[in-house]
C-alpha cells in the first residue's frame, strides 16, 4: 500500500494497483470545493495513463455521507464579493464529473449515506455505483434556487419522463433499494462506508480481471437484513398521472392541489406543498432542461446546465436560497418572481 499525503482535503492511496480516493471533509458532509475539485482532477488524469493502475475507487470519509454537494455557500459569498467562483467552480466540476464518464479504467463508487447533488455527479458516471443500507440519493437543487445539474438531464433522463420530472423538480430523496430499481445504482456494497475500503481493497490479490477482483471484495450478492422492499412503488400511479414533463409546472402543481380524496390524495397534497416552497422560475427551468435534455448528448447537457445555473445566479434565485436554506436558515427564501401563478401571469 502507498499513500500520499492529503492534498485539498482528499487523501489519495494505491492498494494492490487500485487507486482509492477519499473525500475528506466529514464535518461538511465531504462538499466538493474548488480545491477538492482540482486536486481530483489532476490525480485521476494521471492514474489513467499510469500502466500500474488498474481501477479507481472513490468513496467519503466518515459514516455520514459519501459527497453531499458543492459548497454552494463559498459560491454565494464569492459572488457577493465581486469574484469568479461561479464560473471557475461550475466549470471545473463539470469537466471532471464529465471525465469520470468517459474514465478508461474501471472506475467504483461507494455511495454510502448522504448523495446529494454534486455527489451524483461524481456517481454516476462510474462503471460500478454501490450503495449501502445508510445510502439516500437526491437532486435537490430547486429548494435552493438552482437547477438540477452536474450532469443530471442526461443521466436523469435515463429514467421514465415522469420519475425524472418527479425526483427533478421535488428534490426528493431515494433509498439504495429505489436507487438500484430506478437504476441509479448497481449493486450492494460488501463495505458501509468509505473508511472500510482500505481493508477490503488488501484482500485483493494476484492479477487477472480488475473488474472481477472488485466485484469479488466489494459487492454484496443480497440485501442487508432489515432493508425493506423500494418505496417509491407506492406512489407510481401519482408520479406518472400528474407529472408529465410536456406540461407547465403550474398545471402539474394545480392538479396535485385537486386531488381530495382517493388513495394518493395526501400524498398530493404533500407533493404540491413542496413544490410551493421550490423557486417557481428553477422550477420551469428544470422542466424544460430535462425536455431538451432528451435530445442532447452527455457534453451538450453539461453545457446547457452551465448556463441555467449562470441564469440562476444572476436572477438571484441562488443566492435568495442558498441564504434562506444555508446561511441564515430561515427557511424563508424569497423567489424571483415568488409564485408559479406570478411565473405565468395567471
Not at 388513495?263 to 417557481?280: F, G, I, M, N
Request: aromatic share 6%.
Amino acid at each position: 500500500m502507498t499513500a500520499a499525503p492529503h492534498d485539498a482535503e482528499v487523501r489519495f492511496e494505491v492498494i494492490h494497483h487500485v487507486g482509492l480516493v477519499t473525500l475528506d471533509r466529514p464535518r461538511s458532509l465531504n462538499a466538493l470545493n474548488l480545491a477538492m475539485v482540482r486536486a481530483l482532477r489532476q490525480r485521476l488524469s494521471a492514474w489513467a495513463h499510469d500502466a500500474g493502475i488498474q481501477a479507481v475507487v472513490l468513496c467519503g470519509a466518515g459514516p455520514r455521507a459519501f459527497c453531499a454537494g458543492g459548497d454552494v455557500v463559498a459560491v454565494v459569498h464569492d459572488v457577493q464579493a465581486g469574484g469568479t467562483l461561479r464560473h471557475d467552480f461550475f466549470r471545473e466540476e463539470y469537466a471532471l464529473d464529465l471525465s469520470l464518464h468517459r474514465y478508461p479504467k474501471p472506475l467504483v463508487v461507494l455511495m454510502h449515506g448522504i448523495v446529494m447533488g454534486g455527489g451524483m455527479g461524481l456517481a454516476q458516471g462510474a462503471g460500478l455505483r454501490l450503495v449501502t443500507a445508510t445510502t439516500r440519493l437526491a437532486m435537490p437543487e430547486t429548494r435552493i434556487g438552482l437547477v438540477p445539474d452536474v450532469g443530471a438531464s442526461f443521466f436523469l433522463n435515463r429514467l421514465s419522463p415522469p420519475l425524472a420530472l418527479y425526483l427533478a423538480l421535488t428534490g426528493e430523496s431515494v433509498s439504495a433499494a429505489d436507487a438500484l430499481l430506478l437504476g441509479l445504482a448497481d449493486a450492494w456494497s460488501a463495505v458501509e462506508e468509505g473508511d472500510a475500503l482500505p481493508a477490503a481493497l488488501a484482500g485483493l490479490r494476484g492479477a487477472g480481471d480488475p473488474w472481477a477482483a472488485l466485484h469479488r471484495v466489494l459487492v454484496r450478492q443480497q440485501a442487508p437484513r432489515d432493508i425493506g422492499p423500494a418505496q417509491l412503488p407506492e406512489h407510481w400511479a401519482a408520479i406518472f398521472e400528474h407529472f408529465d414533463p410536456r406540461r407547465p409546472v403550474l398545471d402539474t402543481v394545480q392538479a396535485l392541489e385537486a386531488r381530495a380524496t382517493g388513495p394518493h390524495a395526501q400524498w398530493c397534497q404533500h407533493t404540491a406543498a413542496q413544490l410551493r416552497e421550490r423557486s417557481p422560475r428553477m422550477l420551469e427551468a428544470t422542466r424544460l432542461a430535462l425536455l431538451r435534455g432528451r435530445g442532447l448528448d452527455r457534453v451538450a447537457c453539461f453545457d446547457m446546465e452551465f448556463d441555467l445555473v449562470q441564469r440562476a445566479i444572476d436572477s438571484g434565485d441562488f443566492i435568495a436560497g442558498v441564504r434562506a436554506h444555508l446561511i441564515d436558515k430561515t427557511g424563508r427564501p424569497r423567489w424571483n418572481p415568488p409564485t408559479l401563478e406570478d411565473l405565468h401571469g395567471a
